[in-house]
T-cell receptor, first 113, second 110 residues
Framework: DAGVIQSPRHEVTEMGQEVTLRCKPI?????LFWYRQTMMRGLELLIY????????DSGMPEDRFSAKMPNASFSTLKIQPSEPRDSAVYFC???????????FGPGTRLLVL | QQPVQSPQAVILREGEDAVINCSSS?????VHWYRQKHGEAPVFLMI?????EQKGHEKISASFNEKKQQSSLYLTASQLSYSGTYFC???????????FGSGTQLTVLP
């Protein structure tokens, strides 16, 4: 299997611009997680989907952040408008319904200037 | 609430042993251990489930003390490849999601 796929791998944008991060989970996995990692705050869960339905979005920082999962093989995390404090590495992870393990994608390194 | 990891950082010589601890104030269902190398994604090492046995593979093993809500990761005869940041992720209650500790940076020197 190809593993979790994320795009883009790197994104540099200016404050105020819209940013869209993409994730393709491992085929057959029905849970998907979006995390943000920074030096200050560590690895934080932003939102968690199960069978394409958002289960817990309490980690989403504010209304500028939104996430969707229109089908089992694709999810997006959107930031609009972006701010410099959003600079971080954003990871997507997926999990098989019969397992406990989460498999992480390579991450998107976002820099907002 | 975020689990607490200790120590924050440790430096070893190749062949030495290390222990990394993870504790939570919540009743835990499971503890997951991951290792992350610089610039890469976290990679799953092992999981310990409530009521389960101590896990291990190669020279890395872990234990889970359910009464104390603590887990420890044991690295024996460390190798250079063990360098990285180790995170514990805890799962409590019915929410099948992980809360990660702040990480322990492990450096193995030749």
């Amino acid at each position: 299997d190809a593993g979790v796929i994320q795009s883009p791998r790197h994104e540099v944008t200016e404050m105020g611009q819209e940013v869209t991060l993409r994730c393709k989970p491992i085929s057959g996995h029905n849970s998907l997680f979006w995390y943000r990692q920074t030096m200050m705050r560590g690895l934080e869960l932003l939102i968690y989907f199960n069978n394409n339905v958002p289960i817990d979005d309490s980690g989403m920082p504010e209304d500028r952040f939104s996430a969707k999962m229109p089908n089992a093989s694709f999810s997006t995390l959107k930031i609009q408008p972006s701010e410099p404090r959003d600079s971080a590495v954003y990871f997507c992870a997926s999990r098989d319904p019969g397992e406990e393990t989460q498999y992480f994608g390579p991450g998107t390194r976002l820099l907002v200037l | 609430q975020q689990p607490v990891q200790s120590p924050q950082a440790v430096i070893l010589r190749e062949g030495e042993d290390a222990v990394i601890n993870c504790s939570s104030s919540k009743a835990l269902y499971s503890v997951h251990w991951y290792r992350q190398k610089h610039g890469e994604a976290p990679v799953f090492l092992m999981i310990l489930l409530k009521g389960g046995e101590q896990k291990g593979h190669e020279k890395i093993s872990a234990s889970f003390n359910e009464k104390k809500q603590q887990s420890s990761l044991y690295l024996t005869a460390s190798q250079l490849s063990y360098s990285g940041t180790y995170f514990c992720g805890t799962e409590s209650g019915s929410a099948r999601q992980l809360t990660f500790g702040s990480g322990t940076q492990l450096t193995v020197l030749p």
